[in-house]
C-alpha cells in the first residue's frame, strides 16, 4: 500500500536559515512525487514535483527538493527561509490517485 | 493556466439540510476530478473520484449517499452533503486532472462548511 511518512509535525526556523523538511514514501512502482504548501484556510499550490529524470528537482519560491530511491525519501530544502514562507507542507505520492503525508508546519521566527 | 475554483468558499447550515460545493476546472478540460477532506490540522483525505459522465469512486468508508458527487461537464463537478450534521464540519477541497502522461491535480481554494 502507498503510504507517506512526514516525521516532523512541527519545525521551527529562523529568518535567513536553512531548512529541510523530510518526507519519506511507500510506493509499490516508481513514484511521482510533489511537495504542496497550504497557508490556513486556503487550498494547496504546488511547490515542485519529481517524476523522472534529474533526482534534484528545483520549484517555486526557491524550493528543492532531492529523490532518493535508495531512502525512499523526497526531502524539500530551501537554503534561506523567508518569513512568509510559514505555512503547512505536505509530500504527496502517487499516480492516479495522491496519498498525502500528515504535513509540516514550518513557523518562522524573525 | 490550469485554474482550479471552488464555490462557495464557506458556507453555514442547520443541520438536517444539504449543501452544494461545485468545483471548476477554469482553463482545462478535467474528465477526473478528486474531492478531499481534512479535517483541522489534519492531512488531506481522499473522499471519492468523480469521473465525467459516469459514477463516481468512492473511497472505503465514505458514504456514497450521503456524499453525492455529479460530474456533468468537463468543467464542472460537484459534492452534495446531504443532510448534514455537525460531524460533517470539515474543509472540503477538490483538484481537477490534467490529461498529460503524469497525471497532475491543480487543486481549488477549498470550502469551509460549518454545520450548526
Known amino acids: 500500500a502507498q503510504s507517506v511518512t512526514q516525521p516532523d509535525i512541527h519545525i521551527t526556523v529562523s529568518e535567513g536559515a536553512s531548512l529541510e523538511l523530510r518526507c519519506n514514501y511507500s510506493y509499490g512502482a516508481t513514484p511521482y512525487l510533489f511537495w504542496y504548501v497550504q497557508s490556513p484556510g486556503q487550498g494547496l499550490q504546488l511547490l515542485l514535483k519529481y517524476f523522472s529524470g534529474d533526482t534534484l528537482v528545483q520549484g517555486i519560491k526557491g524550493f528543492e527538493a532531492e529523490f532518493k530511491r535508495s531512502q525512499s525519501s523526497f526531502n524539500l530544502r530551501k537554503p534561506s527561509v523567508h518569513w512568509s514562507d510559514a505555512a503547512e507542507y505536505f509530500c504527496?505520492?502517487?499516480?492516479?490517485?495522491?496519498?498525502f503525508g500528515a504535513g509540516t508546519i514550518l513557523r518562522v521566527k524573525s | 493556466g490550469a485554474v482550479v475554483s471552488q464555490h462557495p468558499s464557506r458556507v453555514i447550515c442547520k443541520s438536517g439540510t444539504s449543501v452544494k460545493i461545485e468545483c471548476r476546472s477554469l482553463d482545462f478540460q478535467a474528465t477526473t476530478m478528486f474531492w478531499y477532506r481534512q479535517f483541522p490540522k489534519q492531512s488531506l483525505m481522499l473522499m471519492a473520484t468523480?469521473?465525467?459522465?459516469?459514477?463516481?469512486?468512492?473511497e472505503q468508508g465514505v458514504e456514497k449517499d450521503k456524499f453525492l458527487i455529479n460530474h456533468a461537464s468537463l468543467t464542472l463537478s460537484t459534492l452534495t452533503v446531504t443532510s448534514a450534521h455537525p460531524e460533517d464540519s470539515s474543509f472540503y477541497i477538490c483538484?481537477?486532472?490534467?490529461?498529460?502522461?503524469?497525471?497532475?491535480?491543480?487543486f481549488g481554494p477549498g470550502t469551509r462548511l460549518t454545520v450548526l
Open positions: 504527496a505520492v502517487g499516480g492516479n490517485k495522491l496519498v
Open positions: 483538484s481537477a486532472k490534467v490529461e498529460t502522461g503524469h497525471n497532475e491535480q491543480f
Open positions: 468523480s469521473n465525467e459522465g459516469s459514477k463516481a469512486t468512492y
